[in-house]
């Protein structure tokens, strides 16, 4: 419950943020699946949703990651930006899989 009303603030503060509210959620359904079988799958899973919200990641950002989480081959991968989105996912995801109520700075 706390988590909801983390990202419900963050969400309404936002509205980049707030407009990609759905994208967020299927991030982490997509993670859940991707770390299925982790004892803290779910806690991982809200800590990087919880911090890309806090990066204010657009909604085509938060679609990217969720196609890769899924598995789903992009040719446009081989770009400054996207290669810049894939480091930052990692570094999120190696915060959180150590710390599960880690957050990032704005």
Same mark, same amino acid.
């Given at each position: =419950?706390? #988590?909801?009303?983390?990202l419900? +603030?963050?969400?309404?503060? @936002?509205?980049?943020?707030? @407009?990609?509210?759905? @994208?967020?959620?299927?991030?982490? *359904?997509?993670?859940?699946? #991707?770390?299925e /079988?982790?004892? *803290?799958?779910?806690?991982?899973? &809200?800590? =990087? @949703?919880?911090?890309?919200?806090? *990066?204010?990641l657009?909604d085509r #950002?938060?679609? !990217?990651? +969720?196609? !890769?989480?899924? /598995?789903v081959?992009? /040719?446009?991968?081989?770009n400054?930006? $996207? $290669? ?8 999120v &995801? =190696?915060?959180?899989?150590? $710390?599960q ?6």
């Amino acid at each position: =419950m706390k #988590q909801l009303l983390i990202l419900f +603030t963050v969400f309404s503060l @936002s509205p980049v943020v707030a @407009s990609a509210a759905p @994208s967020y959620a299927a991030f982490e *359904k997509a993670c859940r699946e #991707q770390l299925e /079988g982790h004892k *803290k799958a779910k806690e991982v899973c &809200a800590c =990087m @949703s919880r911090n890309f919200a806090i *990066k204010k990641l657009d909604d085509r #950002q938060v679609r !990217l990651l +969720t196609e !890769l989480y899924r /598995g789903v081959e992009h /040719g446009a991968v081989d770009n400054g930006e $996207n $290669n810049a989105l894939f480091e930052f996912e990692e570094d999120v &995801a =190696m915060l959180c899989l150590k $710390n599960q109520r880690a957050v990032i700075k704005p």
